[in-house]
Nanobody, 123 residues
Framework: QVQLVESGGGLVQPGGSLRLSCVAFGSTLGYYAIGWFRQAPGKEREGVSCIALSDGSTYYADSVKGRFTISRDNAKNTVYLQMNSLKPEDTAVYSC????????????????WGQGTQVTVSS
């Protein structure tokens, strides 16, 4: 099972930017996608974005489309989430996960999860 480690979270003002990193330790062979999810206090976990490992296709939640960009660096076994124009409602713990049987923003297919990184958007 692949191990995932996130980094890059922090405190940022509204309108600011952050880049999250998700490093995969171990082989991602057999996995279909890497996804980013977030969970704010008192709210359900939400799929934010994912990237298909086969062809690099990307998917975004409507709430982040046009502001967030997911990308990968195969040489570094890393998936990034560039977050621009951040809003207070983006505040959450962001986690990356690996899917072993599908591509999408529902969390069901994802069975390997990182520990999460806190993103706080506040003035």
């Amino acid at each position: 099972q692949v191990q995932l480690v996130e980094s890059g979270g922090g405190l940022v003002q509204p309108g600011g930017s952050l880049r999250l990193s998700c490093v995969a330790f171990g082989s991602t062979l057999g996995y279909y996608a890497i996804g980013w999810f977030r969970q704010a206090p008192g709210k359900e976990r939400e799929g934010v974005s994912c990237i298909a490992l086969s062809d690099g296709s990307t998917y975004y939640a409507d709430s982040v489309k046009g502001r967030f960009t997911i990308s990968r660096d195969n040489a570094k076994n890393t998936v990034y989430l560039q977050m621009n124009s951040l809003k207070p409602e983006d505040t959450a713990v962001y986690s990356c996960a690996a899917s072993d049987y599908g591509v999408g923003l529902a969390d069901g297919p994802y069975d390997s999860w990182g520990q999460g990184t806190q993103v706080t958007v506040s003035s």
